[in-house]
């Protein structure tokens, strides 16, 4: 059975800067869609020879970037919302069970119980090595405190 998550941000202050900039780079880049539309839009009502075709054209310039412009803000802001949601939570989740792994071997833990992350969670190099770095050093200090006993 899969194990649920008990919170929905781990890191909340990491995650909503993140999904902001998500949503800040989706945002940019519609706005800057519908700008070049605008002006491909203009530009075509100007080269047309008929003046009462492009003048249609200009009318029907506003009303064409306002549809754009919603359909953006309808579908693509939240779906750039959820991928954030996503990557963050596969980014902050493993951060913020390092950071109390951490806090667990500082508070007097044994360090050589690994730390485990899910298996498509990033940062799962990040870990393994604190693991092993963690296995490394009770190994060196247990080898290091008979001889300084007995000294």
């Known amino acids: 059975m899969k194990a649920q998550r ?11 800067r993140m999904i ?10 519609a706005f800057g869609q519908a700008l070049l539309l605008a002006q491909s839009l203009m530009d075509l009502g100007l ?10 054209v200009q009318e029907a310039l ?10 953006t803000v309808v579908f693509l802001l939240p779906f750039s919302l959820l991928v954030g949601i996503h990557v963050t939570h596969r980014v902050a ?3 913020y ?3 109390k792994h951490l806090e667990e071997v500082a508070n007097g833990q044994d360090p050589k119980k690994p730390c485990f992350l899910r298996q498509n969670d990033e940062l799962q190099e990040l870990s393994n090595a604190m693991n092993g770095a963690f296995v490394r050093l ?4 247990e080898t290091q405190e008979p001889q300084t006993a007995g000294a």
């Not at 008990?6 to 909503?16: A, G, I, R, T």
């Not at 902001?20 to 880049?29: E, H, K, N, T, V």
């Not at 506003?62 to 359909?71: D, E, F, H, R, V």
Request: aromatic share 6%; no cysteine.
């Open 93 to 95: 989740g493993p951060a």
């Open 62 to 71: 506003p009303g064409m970037l306002a549809s754009n412009i919603l359909w």
């Open 20 to 29: 902001g900039i998500f949503l800040a780079i989706s945002s940019f880049a």
């Open 138 to 141: 009770s190994s060196t200090s």
């Open 47 to 56: 080269s047309l020879d008929d003046p009462e075709v492009a003048r249609a």
């Open 97 to 99: 069970r390092i950071e």
């Open 6 to 16: 008990k919170k929905k941000l781990n890191k909340p202050k990491l995650q909503l």
